[in-house]
């Protein structure tokens, strides 16, 4: 199993952008979850699923969107890039309620 | 208030020492406890987790909840250079809605040779 894999790994974005942060599992896990890291900071959630066509806000949800077609991909939208979404992201998955979350490598982006 | 408060550090400490680090939470509610390390540029990875008050061994690791003072505690035994990372507390509800959790800030732990 390869588990949770992110890409890219790296992202310079203009402000105004757009772009799609990837995040696929292998683990027929039905938790999923998008969260930012700040420097020095601990993680904040941005959205999560519970399952295929099941997505819902978390924290700090504003200027982000998600979809969940699938239960290996969950995918982290961003409309209109601007400074303050420069964080380094993480996605993680979990099988059900009692179990640990498994994170990805993380994508770091940059907003210039 | 936050409801995960975690000392940032640095935590420095030599070789072979007890690493002692803390989280202290603001919500009864929460039912189970889980502490995650971090290296530099990579994704957490859980190291322990307990849903009950009292101390949980894992070799070099010992992870304490105490809820009726609100208070988590890992312990590193005999630190190795390799333990320097950053350490997450994280905790939640198991019915909350997504089995959200909340994270400290991390605490960053460096131990020197």
């Known amino acids: 199993n390869a588990g949770v894999t992110q890409t890219p790994k790296f992202r310079i974005l203009k402000i105004g952008q757009s772009m799609t942060l990837q995040c696929t599992q292998d683990m027929n896990h039905n938790y999923m979850y998008w969260y930012r890291q700040d420097p020095g900071m601990g993680l904040k959630l941005i959205y999560y699923?519970?399952?295929?066509?099941?997505?819902d806000k978390g924290e700090v949800p504003n200027g982000y969107n998600v979809s969940r077609s699938t239960t290996e991909d969950f995918p982290l939208r961003l409309e209109l890039a601007a400074p303050s979404q420069t964080s380094v992201y993480f996605c993680a998955s979990k099988k059900d309620l009692k179990e640990t979350q498994y994170f990805g490598p993380g994508t770091r982006l940059l907003v210039l | 208030q936050k409801e995960v408060e975690q000392d940032p550090g640095p935590l420095s400490v030599p070789e072979g020492a007890i690493v002692s680090l803390n989280c202290t939470y603001s919500n009864s509610a929460f039912q189970y406890f889980m502490w995650y390390r971090q290296y530099s540029r990579k994704g957490p990875e859980l190291l322990m987790y307990t849903y009950s008050s009292g101390n949980k061994e894992d070799g070099r690791f010992t992870a304490q909840v105490d809820k009726s003072s609100k208070y988590i505690s890992l312990f590193i035994r005999d630190s190795q250079p390799s333990d320097s990372a950053t350490y997450l507390c994280?905790?939640?509800?198991?019915?909350?809605?997504?089995?959200?959790?909340?994270f400290g800030g991390g605490t960053r732990v460096l131990v020197k040779p």
């Open positions: 699923s519970v399952g295929a066509g099941i997505t």
């Open positions: 994280a905790i939640a509800r198991i019915k909350a809605a997504g089995n959200k959790l909340t």
